[in-house]
């Protein structure tokens, strides 16, 4: 094999590595949520969601400053693999300028947003992450802070949305020229771009169970039509079209997504737009790596070593996505 073409299926084996070890800890990726809402200077209304798994919520811990306490008992229930705490904190002076850190987030790969509302209704939006576990409340939050945040967001969910992102390879496949691969792209982008923002604003619901579960099927779909190389298919005749039509499908899993972290009381239209236009700017940089690394392996592969990269690399994608697929279908 020519050296490019072993680097490059390298490359591809060790990405299939990462998926399923990836996918294998997927439950644990999911985000965590903290809204903390001013009722008064003093008392706050909190929403606290964590991922669950087996029924018993991540052991992360809220250190309030020593100002502030709980009131009364918390209202807990388990709904949908998250554990979520509704409760009351009051504090003898305000919280604003005091450090509010989430403990044992450091022994997790789970992110959390946080949100402050003030009593004008100014949002203050930000991401803790394991590296980064506690936030200072801000007097005045800065407006452009929650659109900066779900425009990260946004790319975040994209890279590590690992399904959405081996369809996108198979469409690269399928669509051969530059010229194509932009059409096909554009298409796949108008469509789950049109179900995000539908599903999102709550004027389109779906089951995200069973979506979940089409969106891997879609995979295997595109991923045969690899295989097979029938070059008269519906599929590599009219790219664009099977890119649209998945690209509803997985627009609802973006949406599904975007619900497990939630939208701000303000602002909410324009934090969707970021957060869409995250996903857009996460999928442009994907593609392009994409795009590099094949014609790197076209420069030291012939024709038929190229073929058989291809070939090899979506029976891959479809084998994962088989195994996705039924998975997701038993958790229905």
């Known amino acids: 094999m020519a050296p490019g073409l072993d680097q490059a299926a390298r490359f591809l084996s060790g990405l299939m590595l990462i998926i399923l070890s990836t996918q294998s800890a997927a439950h644990e990726v999911r985000p965590a949520y903290l809204d903390i809402r001013a009722?008064?200077?003093?008392?706050?209304?909190?929403?606290?969601?964590?991922?669950?798994?087996?029924?018993?919520?991540?052991?992360?811990?809220?250190?309030?400053?020593?100002?502030c306490q709980i009131?009364?008992?918390?209202?807990?229930?388990?709904?949908?693999?998250?554990?979520?705490?509704?409760?009351?904190?009051?504090?003898?002076?305000?919280?604003?300028?005091?450090?509010?850190e989430l403990q044992g987030l450091e022994n997790t790969l789970t992110d959390t947003l946080i949100r402050y509302t003030n009593l004008a209704g100014q949002v203050q939006s930000d991401r803790l992450t394991p590296s980064s576990t506690a936030i200072t409340i801000k007097s005045e939050p800065k407006a452009y802070a929650v659109l900066v945040t779900y425009l990260e967001l946004g790319v975040e969910h994209i890279w590590f949305g690992i399904d959405h992102l081996l369809f996108v390879i198979c469409l690269l496949f399928i669509a051969g020229t530059f010229r194509r691969v932009l059409i096909t792209i554009t298409g796949f982008t108008i469509a789950h771009s049109i179900t995000l923002i539908s599903a999102a604003l709550g004027l389109?619901?779906?089951n995200p169970a069973p979506v979940e579960a089409v969106i891997a099927l879609s995979i295997v779909f595109v991923a045969r039509e690899i295989v097979l190389g029938n070059k008269t298919s519906v599929a590599y005749r009219y790219p664009v079209a099977v890119a649209f039509i998945f690209g509803l499908l997985h627009g609802f899993g973006f949406a599904a997504a975007l619900g497990e972290i939630g939208l701000p009381y303000s602002d909410k239209l324009l934090a969707l737009l970021m957060f869409n236009l995250g996903v857009e700017v996460g999928q442009v940089v994907f593609i392009t790596a994409v795009i590099l690394v094949s014609g790197y392996a076209r420069k030291w592969a012939n024709k038929a070593?190229?073929?058989?990269?291809?070939?090899?690399?979506?029976?891959?994608?479809?084998?994962?996505?088989?195994?996705?697929?039924?998975?997701?279908?038993?958790?229905?």
């Open 305 to 332: 070593q190229a073929g058989n990269l291809t070939y090899f690399s979506s029976y891959g994608i479809g084998v994962i996505s088989c195994y996705w697929f039924l998975i997701r279908l038993l958790a229905i």
């Open 71 to 100: 009131d009364g008992l918390p209202d807990t229930r388990l709904l949908n693999a998250s554990y979520i705490e509704r409760s009351t904190l009051k504090c003898s002076a305000p919280i604003e300028g005091q450090v509010v």
């Open 39 to 67: 009722e008064s200077d003093t008392t706050y209304q909190i929403f606290w969601k964590v991922p669950a798994q087996g029924g018993v919520g991540l052991p992360i811990t809220i250190r309030w400053p020593q100002l």
């Open 204 to 206: 389109v619901t779906l």
